[in-house]
């Protein structure tokens, strides 16, 4: 399970208004190999439909997709959205991560 905080669903409802391309898509996350730790985090809007792999997780009425694969990485993750002096962005809080690099885009397990 991918958990998504307020501050996170506030912040993909905001970009979602701001392109009428992604107003009623899901968004993806998965792990890519990379990155200084070994895996990254990518995110993105998809308008296709699910795979039959994929794993759907919903929080006011903002959809999350990952595949199989990755939820094998981030199962427990919650994904919530900084807006700090250290830096805008979205954060993954992932508890299967044994290392992770200095910005916090990339991890091991």
Do not use: H, W
């Not at 981030?74 to 290392?99: H, I, M, Q, W």
């Amino acid at each position: 399970m991918i958990k998504i905080t307020d501050k996170a669903v506030r912040e993909i409802k905001r970009l979602q208004s701001r392109d009428a391309s992604s107003a009623d898509a899901a968004i993806r996350v998965m792990v890519t190999g990379g990155g200084c730790s070994g895996m990254s985090y990518k995110l993105g809007f998809e308008a296709a439909a699910p795979g039959p792999n994929d794993k759907i997780f919903e929080k006011d009425g903002v959809k999350v997709l990952v595949d199989t694969k990755s939820l094998l990485y981030l199962s427990g993750t919650e994904l919530d959205f900084s807006d700090g002096l250290a830096g805008t962005g979205f954060v993954f809080s992932n508890p299967n991560a044994k290392r992770t690099c200095g910005c916090g885009s990339s991890f091991s397990v």
